[in-house]
Structure formats: structure tokens, C-alpha cells
């Protein structure tokens, strides 16, 4: 049994995990965490001159091992939920359907529509619990800690945007987007759900930062370039403006540590499960409220 006890963790991409390797952050490896639901992620502790926070890298250690649809939500947030962790955010690149986002450009994504299918999307299986209403849908203290610490890093981004999440991990077609796009999709990406919504089953706050990497397919005239990431769908001078939002993924996680510290938010997300609670459905020990089936 480990002995790690750290409110604060990031659930991040590939990329976010390169600049772990490359020493950019210098973190301990806790390694993965068993779970009711199998082995999560491995998880770092990261103690830097601001902040204490764990890491764990969404999509494995090794590049991109694990595509979206393959990572194991559960286990990852129950892993996080084990070792203390009361506040997450999770950072992540999609695309842009909205073509007022600039690529490179971070948003504070403020609602989701959940386009994916076959995904294990709750901690409560045929256990008659788990009506959790869902909006705000992200912690709002956290996403004012992420605001904040933006503005002090003089950062420009959006404090808006609707994420849709794709199944993936193929990108969307033309038409898909142009759907996305009817009922309101700002963003495109393949991450946050089911993550936003266990954690909020296991009453932890969770808040996205996304950073826009390329521009979402028929929004733009783009030829396609076989060999390419996303096959030509992103130009040099945009991949230039991603890796810039990536490289500052550690001051930015520093600082939204040291913000949360100080934060006078007031949010309710560790009481999504209270009615259950009170009804006496569940007791006082998460881990009875988890089954495993
Ligand atoms: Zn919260």
C-alpha cells in the first residue's frame, strides 16, 4: 500500500508526458495503482519549487500507447480518488469547430456533449444511484483557480467553450463536424468524457484546460499530406503555436497549484453524492459505493 496523500493532480495527454521525460518537470514515479477496475495509468509525484501535485499520463508512458477510446477512465480517477485527491484538471489539445479560437490558443471549456459510445461511463452499475445533475459540469472554484492563474501568467484565453467528445480514434468527418458545429460544439476533442463525469460520481472537483492544436476537418480547405500528423489538417506556423501552449504546461500547472491553495471559490462537488447519503443508500466509505460489474 502506498503512502502518497496529495489533493491536487493532472490528468494530461502524450505531450504533457514528454516534457515530464525531458525533465521540464521532475517528478517520482508512484507508479500504477490497482483497482477494482485493473491497473491504473502510472501516476508521478511532482514536487516543484511552487506546487505538490500528482500526474498521471492519460494516454500511457510510451508516446501514445493508449488511444481515447482504450484508456481506463475508472481505474485512472479511482486511482487519483485513492491516493487523496480532491481536485483535477485534466489538460488536453482538441480541435476547434468554432474558427474564432486561434490554434495554440487555451480555452476554459464550460460544457460537454457526449458523442461517444460503448465507453464504462459510470462507478455505479445496476446499484440505483448516480442521478447526479450536471450543471454547473465543471467545478467552478477550479475553473476560476484556472482563470486566475492564467491572468497572472498574462496568458490570453477563453473562458468559454462546449467540448464535444468523439469516440474516436478516428477524427471526425466533415458532416460530423458540421453537426457538432448546429447545436452549439465549440471544440472538438476525444478525453473528457466519461473522466468529467467519475469524478464528479466520486465527489472530486474537475476542471478542463484545453489548448485548440489544429482547426476541426471542413472548417478549413486543407490538402491532405499523408505522413503527417492529422495528415495536413494543421499548417507549420499552427504546430508552432501548439508546442508554444505545451511549453508552458508546467508553469501553468505551477501556478494553478499554488492558486488553488488560496482559492475562495465555494463549489458543491463534494457533495454530488449526498442525497444517497442521506437516504442511506451509501455509507460514509467511498469505496462500498463502487461495484464492481
Ligand atoms: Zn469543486
Same mark, same amino acid.
Do not use: W
Given at each position: 500500500m502506498n503512502n502518497v496523500n496529495v489533493p491536487f493532480a493532472v490528468i494530461g495527454g502524450s505531450q504533457a508526458y514528454d516534457l515530464l521525460q525531458k525533465g521540464s518537470i521532475r517528478g517520482e514515479r508512484v507508479g500504477?495503482?490497482?483497482?477494482?477496475?485493473?491497473?491504473?495509468?502510472?501516476?508521478?509525484?511532482?514536487?516543484? =519549487?511552487? /506546487?505538490?501535485? *500528482?500526474?498521471?499520463?492519460?494516454?500511457?508512458? $510510451?508516446?501514445? !500507447?493508449?488511444?481515447?477510446?482504450? &484508456?481506463?477512465?475508472?481505474?485512472?480517477?479511482?486511482?487519483?480518488?485513492?491516493l487523496g485527491v480532491k481536485q483535477i484538471v485534466s489538460w488536453s489539445g482538441p480541435g476547434a469547430i468554432n474558427k474564432t479560437y486561434?490554434?495554440?490558443?487555451?480555452?476554459?471549456?464550460?460544457?460537454?456533449?457526449d458523442e461517444t459510445h460503448g465507453r464504462e461511463s459510470t462507478f455505479y452499475k445496476n446499484r440505483g444511484i448516480g442521478f447526479i445533475r450536471q450543471s454547473p459540469v465543471f467545478c467552478p472554484a477550479l475553473r476560476e483557480s484556472i482563470k486566475e492563474s492564467l491572468g497572472n501568467l498574462k496568458i490570453n484565453f477563453s473562458d468559454k467553450g462546449t467540448y464535444v467528445c =468523439?469516440? /474516436?480514434?478516428? *477524427?471526425?468527418?466533415?458532416?460530423?463536424?458540421? $453537426?457538432?458545429? !448546429?447545436?452549439?460544439?465549440?471544440? &472538438?476533442?476525444?478525453?473528457?468524457?466519461?473522466?468529467?463525469?467519475?469524478?464528479?460520481e466520486l465527489e472530486l472537483c474537475y476542471a478542463a484546460i484545453c489548448y485548440v492544436t489544429n482547426y476541426a476537418e471542413g472548417t478549413v480547405d486543407r490538402t491532405f499530406k499523408p505522413g503527417e500528423l492529422f495528415e495536413g489538417l494543421s499548417s507549420d506556423t499552427e504546430?508552432?503555436?501548439?508546442?508554444?501552449?505545451?511549453?508552458?504546461?508546467?508553469?501553468?500547472?505551477?501556478?494553478?497549484?499554488?492558486?488553488?491553495?488560496?482559492?475562495?471559490?465555494?463549489?458543491?462537488?463534494a457533495s454530488s453524492m449526498e442525497r444517497y447519503k442521506k437516504r442511506g443508500d451509501i455509507g460514509p466509505d467511498w469505496h462500498d459505493w463502487v461495484r464492481k460489474s
Open positions: 500504477e495503482i490497482q483497482t477494482p477496475f485493473g491497473p491504473s495509468q502510472p501516476i508521478y509525484h511532482i514536487r516543484d =519549487t511552487l /506546487g505538490e501535485m *500528482l500526474f498521471l499520463s492519460r494516454h500511457g508512458e $510510451k508516446g501514445y !500507447s493508449l488511444t481515447a477510446p482504450f &484508456v481506463n477512465y475508472r481505474a485512472n480517477i479511482y486511482a487519483l480518488k485513492e486561434q490554434v495554440g490558443e487555451y480555452v476554459v471549456v464550460d460544457d460537454v456533449v =468523439t469516440q /474516436g480514434p478516428r *477524427l471526425e468527418t466533415p458532416a460530423e463536424i458540421r $453537426k457538432y458545429k !448546429s447545436y452549439g460544439g465549440d471544440l &472538438v476533442g476525444m478525453t473528457l468524457v466519461p473522466e468529467v463525469f467519475l469524478a464528479k504546430r508552432k503555436a501548439v508546442e508554444r501552449a505545451v511549453s508552458q504546461f508546467p508553469i501553468v500547472i505551477d501556478e494553478i497549484a499554488k492558486n488553488i491553495k488560496q482559492q475562495k471559490a465555494i463549489c458543491q462537488c
